[in-house]
């Protein structure tokens, strides 16, 4: 996880399976990054409604659920999707460059 030209490696496209949930460091804030049918998508590593990791919170319909209260996040826009999150939570680009994942500030 290395960082190169502003970006943040997260790893190898093939090493990263559908379903996978990795964490990164972004401008020294927690990124979790999550593989869901195909997509790469980043997200702040925190639950907008009680300062919880989202990672390794069930991802389904297109949403990443906080296991400590089941507040959901829409990974594609980041918009709280059940209460008790009512803030959206942070996006990340994610960009796919010669087989390998990166992260970026958007």
Known sequence: M???????RVG????????SQTEV???GLSVVVVRYEGQFYALRNNCTHKDFPLLGGEVSAGRITCVKHGGKFDLATGKARALPAVKPVKLYRTVLETGEVYVEPL
Do not use: I, K
């Open 12 to 19: 190898l496209e093939a090493e990263l399976p559908e379903g």
């Open 2 to 8: 290395s960082e190169t030209h502003g970006r943040v």
């Open 25 to 27: 460091s972004v401008d």
